[in-house]
């Protein structure tokens, strides 16, 4: 990003002074503590958490230090008690975290909200240990402020290529379609996602953050559990991805972070999606599992000449 980029995007940026619009749809930079006692109540449908997790990190400059379990829980039982209000009663919430961030995580979102599933998600990435095994998976915990929420489950089951093609006896396909691109089966979506890897240098969304998630993976959350006009907010929104992701899927959205240079990066992100809509790994409105590139381009090139 060179300076003039900054420049420009900079007066993208909402501002509470002199007063925040309404709706609020962009970014905002700041500690989200702070904003939030400006955002309206009662009017976020998806609120996407994914905060410093309990270890040490250096995000642009600005340290969080891991600290005791105990502490972390305190943390972040102060942070949902501030956004609680924001939530509609219908809304749902993901917390993402590590494996002791998640000691936190469960006893905050048991408190306060419905807690539905936990997600684990293999990164396979990780920084290999000496004496421990490597940390290569994480927890997205999936909360609901009530009983009653939005959950799409045909937006969000996995397409895999059908290995062992069982046909009835009549010589028809048995939970499975062929096309010009292969046999496939659409699967229900479970709390295991292999099928996702965090971005690295060769994808579009690539960014300099250090902890970005993929657009994959928020598409897989903003489609199961919003609809097209819904808000999602996400106070912790590093390189912007979920608003990048809201944006493309047409949901309204706000991101704050206490670093400017990570909105910027997210204003930039928000332009770009001016143009380019597509996300990796979701093709003709369909989830891939991984290694399948080939067949979904060939899918992709069907789509296009039907
Ligand atoms: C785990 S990262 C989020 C990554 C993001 N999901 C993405 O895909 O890029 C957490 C972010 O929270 C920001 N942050 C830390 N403390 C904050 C605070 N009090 N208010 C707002 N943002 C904060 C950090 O600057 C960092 O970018």
Redesign the pocket.
Known sequence: MTDADRQRLRSRLLTLEPTLPNPAIGTIQ??????IQHLPLGSVDLL?L????NLT?D??G?K?ARRAVEDYTAWLDQ?IVALKPLLKSTASIYI?GDWLSSASIFTVATRHFVVQNRITWEREKGRGAKANWKNSSEDIWFCTASNHYTFNLEAVKLRRQVKAPYRTQDGNPKDWETTKGGNFRDTHPSNFWTDITI?FWSMPEN?E??????EKL?AKLILASSNPGDFVF?????????SVVAKKLSRQYLG????EE?CL??ERRLELADSERAIQGFTNNVFWERNTLAVQKRNRENADVQ
């Open positions: 700041g500690n989200c503590l702070d904003i996407i994914d905060p410093p997790y990190k995000f642009n600005l969080f942070l993402c971005p960014t953050h250090p902890t970005q998630k993929s928020l996400d106070p912790f929104v590093g390189s912007g991805t979920s704050i972070d206490l670093n990570y990066l997210t």
